[in-house]
């Protein structure tokens, strides 16, 4: 798993993981956080896929998290995940919009600051930083919100605004 952000999505990964564990589900989840620019994100998914397999530890999946943002190389690495064989799961706007369907099923396109100042009103994230409360029992409602706005949801793609390729996420850590 590569994420762009830094701390907001390596968070919510861990976090998900250790409570879809707790309800039997095994996945092995590392993060990756490396930064704004999805092309980087893509090339360091295909190192450390590559890396471990010249190891002879190849990983089942190679997973990278980004955002649409205002990013130039979106459609570039979209394209590179695609020729990997690297699931690219893209968030439109930006990853918050996944962590508000959590709690909320609302859909409106929202500014980036206004998505922001949303979550934390939703005590959701303070300063990027996920809350220690964080309703992960959620999880499977944030999918059907997800799959419902975006009925063409799959890697790789960019969806409408709001939307998220999460779900796929969530359906490979429960070995769907």
Same mark, same amino acid.
């Given at each position: 798993?590569?994420?762009?952000?830094?701390?907001?999505?390596? /968070? $919510?990964?861990?976090?998900?993981?250790? $409570?879809?564990?707790?309800? *039997?589900?095994?996945?092995? #989840?590392?993060?990756?956080?490396?930064?704004? +620019?999805?092309?980087?994100? #893509?090339?360091?998914?295909?190192? =450390?896929? @590559?890396?471990?397999?010249?190891?002879?530890?190849? $990983?089942?999946?190679?997973?990278?998290?980004?955002?649409?943002? /205002?990013?130039?190389?979106?459609?570039?690495?979209? %394209? !590179?995940?695609?020729?990997?064989?690297?699931?690219?799961?893209?968030?439109?706007?930006?990853?918050?919009?996944? !962590?508000? %369907?959590?709690?909320? @099923?609302?859909?409106?396109?929202?500014?980036?600051?206004?998505?922001?100042?949303?979550?934390?009103? =939703?005590? =959701?994230?303070?300063?990027?930083?996920?809350?220690? +409360?964080?309703?992960?029992?959620?999880?499977? /409602?944030?999918?059907? #919100?997800?799959?419902? #706005? @975006?009925? *063409?949801?799959?890697?790789?793609?960019?969806?409408?605004?709001?939307?998220?390729?999460?779900?796929?996420?969530? @359906?490979?850590?429960?070995?769907?």
């Amino acid at each position: 798993m590569v994420t762009e952000g830094t701390r907001t999505e390596p /968070q $919510y990964v861990e976090g998900l993981n250790s $409570y879809l564990r707790s309800r *039997g589900t095994t996945a092995v #989840v590392k993060s990756v956080p490396v930064g704004k +620019d999805p092309m980087k994100v #893509v090339l360091k998914g295909i190192e =450390l896929r @590559d890396k471990a397999a010249s190891a002879g530890k190849d $990983y089942d999946t190679c997973v990278c998290l980004v955002d649409v943002d /205002q990013h130039e190389t979106l459609a570039a690495a979209c %394209w !590179l995940a695609t020729r990997e064989s690297i699931l690219l799961l893209v968030s439109n706007l930006k990853f918050e919009a996944w !962590l508000r %369907w959590h709690v909320e @099923d609302k859909h409106s396109a929202l500014t980036t600051s206004q998505l922001d100042e949303l979550v934390a009103k =939703l005590g =959701l994230v303070t300063k990027k930083v996920l809350a220690p +409360d964080f309703p992960f029992h959620a999880v499977h /409602q944030a999918c059907e #919100v997800a799959r419902r #706005v @975006d009925s *063409g949801l799959e890697a790789g793609r960019i969806g409408p605004d709001p939307s998220s390729a999460l779900p796929i996420l969530v @359906d490979l850590m429960l070995g769907r």
